[in-house]
């Protein structure tokens, strides 16, 4: 199991010292929310942040695009130093392009898919693909609580396609990790249960170790 500690739940104030403790603490992946206020109701940060703090960590920057359109930006997120970019089939009608866009801009692609969306949808792109995220809250702000019920699409993905990277968003804690990794899940992406946490090193640990115990 991969864990992806999410930026959002940070202090935007400190942001590079948080990136450097998470990774010093043990975490596999920085993931980056980047929502603009009309695909999702918040808006938090574009790729000049990402720019900028792509020099404290050495880790893989997973950019998860919740934005309308995401194509026209994807140039830009890997200039910033985006690695993998997850963008919102719901949100973009140039499905394949937008992948190719990101394969040639050095990324790896990936799709995701909101609670209420099909694993249908993705199907026909499964072999174009790094990993499909499969949100476990309604994306838009972080602290929500985990669904359970996104599972059996967890399932019915890696039925398709084993080789695939399966990764959840949402709720992700020592026990909501447990069901996760049960249907499949490779990577969680954990923001208040790590930042949140009195020691964010033991947490990211136990999270592993909870995994590892499923």
């Not at 808006?43 to 893989?60: C, D």
């Not at 949100?91 to 249908?120: L, R, Y």
Request: a negative charge; proline letters at 6%; aromatic letters at 6%.
């Amino acid at each position: 199991m991969l864990i992806a500690p999410s930026i959002l739940a940070a202090d935007f104030s400190k942001l590079g010292e948080q990136i450097e403790m998470i990774t010093r603490a043990g975490a596999d992946w920085i993931h980056l929310d980047v929502m603009d206020g009309m695909f999702v109701p918040n808006i938090t940060f574009g790729a000049p942040v990402i720019r900028a703090v792509k020099s404290y960590s050495a880790l893989p920057f997973d950019v998860h695009l919740m934005i309308h359109n995401p194509k026209r930006y994807i140039a830009d997120f890997c200039k910033a130093g985006a690695d993998i970019i997850s963008f919102h089939i719901e949100a973009e009608e140039d499905v394949e392009g937008t992948i190719a866009a990101i394969e040639t801009g050095g990324a790896k692609p990936a799709i995701a898919i909101k609670p209420q969306t099909s694993v249908n949808q993705v199907l026909p792109y499964l072999d174009k693909l790094y990993m499909v995220l499969v949100m476990t809250v309604e994306p838009g702000f972080g602290g929500q609580s985990y669904m359970e019920h996104m599972m059996p699409k967890v399932a019915a993905l890696k039925q398709k396609a084993p080789h695939l990277l399966i990764q959840v968003d949402g709720g992700i804690d020592l026990k909501t990790i447990v069901p996760s990794v049960r249907a499949g899940v490779d990577v969680c992406v954990a923001g208040t249960s790590v930042f949140g946490a009195l020691n964010p090193q033991q947490m990211i640990t136990d999270l592993k170790l909870a995994a590892v115990g499923a």
